[in-house]
């Protein structure tokens, strides 16, 4: 009966959440849920930054996401459309695709719809460079 209950005992400590390497249960009392509901922001030893890191902390959880405030960041939907557009452009074969494609409208005498007003400009420059040598070889030869 006795090794029954030692045996029970061991069962259930072993069964019980194991903390990672370097994971205090003061940091992360819900383990394994450590979704920041207590103190996540170090707070450095200088006096006031407790309120100071706890109020950062507040504003930081305010909308429900890690980083709910960007949303009232100035300029940050410019942001993220120049983020989505280096994705997009980050795609597999999409270089390839860009590059054909702006030959294409370029021999079309077209502006590709990344050129800007400058580059465009050298473009055109170096193709009357090109015409102009073409020229002279056909009348040398």
Not at 70 to 83: D, F, K, T, V
Request: hydrophobic share 50%; net charge negative.
């Amino acid at each position: 009966m006795n090794s029954l209950i030692v045996l029970c005992f061991a069962a259930s400590s072993f069964a019980a959440p194991q903390l990672p390497a370097g994971l205090t249960a003061a940091a992360c009392p819900n383990y394994p849920y450590c979704d920041a509901s207590s103190g996540f922001l170090e707070v450095p030893n200088v006096p006031g930054a407790a309120e100071v890191i706890a109020a950062q902390e507040a504003l930081l959880r305010s909308s429900g996401t890690p980083y709910g405030v960007l949303s009232s960041l100035p300029g940050i939907e410019a942001h993220a459309a120049a983020e989505a557009a280096v994705l997009e452009a980050s795609r597999e074969g999409f270089p390839a695709h860009a590059a054909a494609e702006a030959s294409v409208l370029l021999a079309q005498g077209l502006a590709p719809a990344n050129f800007d007003a400058g580059r465009y400009a050298h473009y055109q420059a170096e193709q009357a460079v090109l015409l102009q040598q073409q020229q002279q070889l056909v009348a040398q030869g």
